[in-house]
């Protein structure tokens, strides 16, 4: 195994937007790690210290072209051989802040309450990055618990140029605040390679997203990404050491979580065999449904399930039952 360190640059970054056209600009072998630096904020969302800013923000922001969301996307990599309907596997081994600051915004018309605050709103929240703490204007210090909102794999090419706003098949814009360092998240792959990046990192925030932003932030993570070939999926789904979290993503939030509920369903069959209608009891009994985000098009829910809930074939049962 390799490892590799992709910066972020004018030539490594795509601002708004994913592309199953946008050429890789590193290429590793199936099972290497990478840290891949990111960035977070547009002009308008940078603090007036220039001292604060990473040395290759503005030169980033001012390379262009853009698409028409704000996220700034580190890659995309290439993993020797991931082709269409494999997984890719990502284990996300390590979450470092890069800057003493973040950022939160409130906007007209966005948001899940856009008509109780019709305002534009924009907070510079300060990191203490030893710490690991925010200090909110009202005086306030909460624990940060960092992770990227916006990774995944190239959409299907079919698509072509999408904004980086909304979650979709491929991940993207998820803003799952429970893969954060030490999961494992799994995506289906649409391209030849994969095309993995990420961005959009995130200091903190809660289920749900509901004023629009976290304490958005600059992040560098560090990754193991592995082409998987025995596993097949349609959604983004993840593990933790103690949970199973399958996705979902639709306009409507009842369908958001009646698909991450399906999800679990399937991939429980697949991990114990058992039935469905087993499996949805189940589900009713020991799993939660979680509102992800309230607030990218495309809201979120994932559905946690417990590893103690889930109880694998044994070699005995399954030689007993063949």
Not at 76 to 85: K, L, N, T
Not at 141 to 146: M, Q, S, V, Y
Not at 309 to 316: F, G, I, T, W
Request: glycine share 10%; hydrophobic share 40%.
């Amino acid at each position: 195994m390799t490892h590799h360190h992709l910066h972020a640059t004018s030539e490594t970054v795509a601002w708004g937007y994913w592309d199953a056209a946008r050429p890789p600009v590193l290429r590793i072998a199936s099972g290497d790690t990478v840290t891949i630096d990111t960035l977070s904020g547009e002009p308008d969302d940078l603090p007036e210290d220039e001292a604060l800013l990473l040395p290759e923000h503005r030169a980033v922001l001012a390379a262009g072209p853009r698409g028409s969301g704000p996220h700034l996307l580190t890659g995309p990599i290439w993993v020797e051989g991931a082709m269409p309907g494999d997984v890719l596997q990502v284990e996300v081994l390590k979450v470092e802040l890069r800057q003493p600051w973040g950022w939160n915004i409130i906007k007209p018309l966005l948001g899940t309450l856009p008509e109780d605050f019709p305002v534009e709103r924009r907070l510079h929240i300060p990191l203490d990055m030893a710490a690991r703490t925010a200090q909110l204007p009202w005086g306030l210090t909460l624990p940060l618990d960092p992770f990227f909102g916006n990774f995944g794999v190239a959409p299907p090419p079919g698509y072509g140029r999408i904004t980086s706003i909304i979650p979709r098949e491929h991940g993207g814009n998820m803003d799952n605040r429970a893969l954060t360092e030490g999961c494992t998240v799994y995506f289906p792959v649409f391209n030849a390679g994969a095309l993995f990046a990420a961005g959009d990192g995130h200091a903190l925030q809660g289920d749900g997203e509901v004023c629009l932003t976290a304490i958005e932030t600059s992040l560098r993570g560090s990754f193991r990404l592995t082409v998987r070939k025995d596993l097949q999926q349609a959604l983004p789904r993840a593990e933790t050491a103690t949970h199973y979290i399958a996705m979902g993503f639709d306009e409507d939030l009842d369908d958001a979580a009646r698909q991450a509920l399906r999800e679990m369903i399937r991939w429980i069959g697949e991990l114990s065999g058992l039935p469905a209608i087993d499996a949805y009891t189940l589900c009713s009994i020991a799993a939660d449904l979680r509102v992800t985000q309230m607030v990218d098009i495309n809201k979120g829910v994932h559905c946690m399930l417990p590893k103690t809930a889930v109880q694998r074939p044994s070699l005995s049962t399954s030689l007993s039952t063949s």
